[in-house]
């Protein structure tokens, strides 16, 4: 494995921080302007946000239809990144050609609300010419994180020992965070002045970091027993079932586990902006700042998470960081208050960076060794995607259920964080290793 080197993990972290940047600006203003229009779904602020009239439960589906096609591209991505002979590395094409069409994706989702005249906005069947461009974007943008997720998480861990992972995913989260604060924090200003600017800064975001590790990081050397050939189902299969029994055990719970926790913050994503202007009152540029506050609070917890989980373990700050969130969530549904909102996205800041510093260290550590690490890393991505879909048709149909009340969300988010936390307590891998624990199986 190649020597550590910050510099290359902080250049390697910044794909992170802008595909993260990109997802606020997303789940800020993509949902706004699907119910743009529609005074039913969003209240009287609905009036003044141009869009195309959804109602929660097609907002939801919308938000989600594009992953059913990411969850079929995610596996194989990852075994193609793990066998790649591609002259530019095992990792790097999956992270540099996805990158322009997304860039030019961005640019449409930002544009497109701006040419709804007036007189149609929430009128979908008078809208579907723009439509149609709107949906297809959101679609790329699905695709190509798709393609790069599994990608360049290896990228990092390939540069790091299993050692040191948790404390290079901790940079990478407070490099995120750090950026998203200071673009989430101008993207709500630049709303107010030209509603496109968003977009754009996440696009020249993304843009610059990719081309940033394409110049000066490049792909690790291939470990040493990796086999350069091509994996298949067939052949990933055979080596989960390979595993010890008490590492496939303890695999199948975290899968479970990780699966209802991404399925409670993709309801919080998908609703939270929606929830700030329709039951607390928030105009839609106040409402984009919740995510800057949640930003802010992950900048400050990502190293001393780190800290806590070399002192502890990854599976109790993981456990800790799920009561907090289940703890946040119930308060919410008692009192729906923006001011209690907004301490609330501190804390859940908080909460979810104590979980999620080891999420994906600790889904490379069931791995048997590193000639698997993307393909192994996929399956969080697999399973994030299927909450993805899960969870805001879910949080949909609940808020219509009863009635457009979208504080219906936080009962769905608790109830969501307490099942993972039970499937949590029975995980018993996943922790820093010092050796290769098994052998490839054939």
Do not use: C
């Not at 700042?289 to 002192?311: E, N, Q, S």
């Amino acid at each position: 494995m190649p020597k550590f080197s910050m510099k290359k993990v902080i250049l390697i972290v910044l794909v992170n921080a802008a595909l993260q940047v990109l997802w606020i600006v997303y789940n800020s203003y993509v949902p706004l302007y699907l119910q743009g229009g529609n005074v039913g779904a969003l209240g009287e602020g609905a009036a003044n946000i141009p869009g195309f009239g959804m109602n929660p439960a097609l907002t939801g589906f919308i938000m989600t239809l594009d992953n059913i096609l990411a969850l079929f591209i995610v596996p194989f991505v990852g075994m193609l990144s793990d066998s790649s002979k591609s002259k530019i590395g095992r990792r790097m094409p999956f992270l540099l050609y996805p990158m322009p069409f997304m860039v030019i994706a961005l640019l449409v989702i930002g544009f497109i609300p701006g040419l709804i005249p007036p007189e149609n906005s929430g009128n979908l069947s008078a809208l579907i010419g723009l439509f149609i461009p709107f949906f297809v974007a959101l679609t790329v943008i699905l695709l190509g994180n798709a393609f790069m997720d599994s990608p360049k998480s290896a990228l990092l861990f390939d540069w790091t020992p299993s050692s040191k992972r948790t404390l290079a995913n901790s940079i990478g989260i407070l490099v995120a965070t750090l950026t998203t604060i200071v673009v989430v924090l101008s993207s709500s200003l630049l709303f107010e002045i030209f509603k496109p600017l968003p977009f754009l800064l996440s696009a020249a975001v993304l843009l610059i970091a990719v081309l940033l590790v394409w110049f000066f990081v490049k792909d690790a050397p291939t470990p040493g027993e990796v086999v350069e050939e091509q994996l298949t189902p067939k052949k990933i299969l055979a080596v989960i079932g390979s595993l010890k029994p008490d590492r496939k055990r303890s695999l199948i719970y975290f899968i479970i586990s990780m699966f209802l926790a991404y399925l409670g913050v993709g309801v919080l994503q998908a609703f939270l902006t929606s929830y700030a202007v329709s039951v607390t009152g928030m105009d839609a540029g106040t409402a984009g700042m919740l995510m800057a506050i949640f930003a802010i609070g992950g900048a400050v917890v990502a190293l001393p998470a780190a800290w806590l989980v070399g002192k502890t373990s990854r599976r109790l700050m993981s456990i800790v960081g799920f009561i907090i969130m289940a703890a946040g969530s119930v308060l919410l549904t008692i009192i729906p208050n923006p001011t209690l909102l907004m301490v609330m996205m501190i804390l859940f800041a908080v909460g979810w960076i104590l979980a999620n510093v080891g999420q994906t260290p600790m889904m490379a550590e069931h791995a048997p060794t590193d000639t698997y690490l993307a393909t192994f890393i996929s399956m969080l991505g697999i399973i994030a995607t299927i909450s993805n879909i899960v969870g805001p048709n879910l949080g949909g149909w609940v808020v219509q259920l009863f009635g457009n009340n979208y504080t219906a969300i936080w009962p769905v988010i608790a109830i969501s964080f307490v099942l993972a936390i039970i499937f949590m307590i029975p995980v018993t891998h996943g922790e820093a290793r010092k050796e290769e624990v098994e052998p490839t199986a054939e």
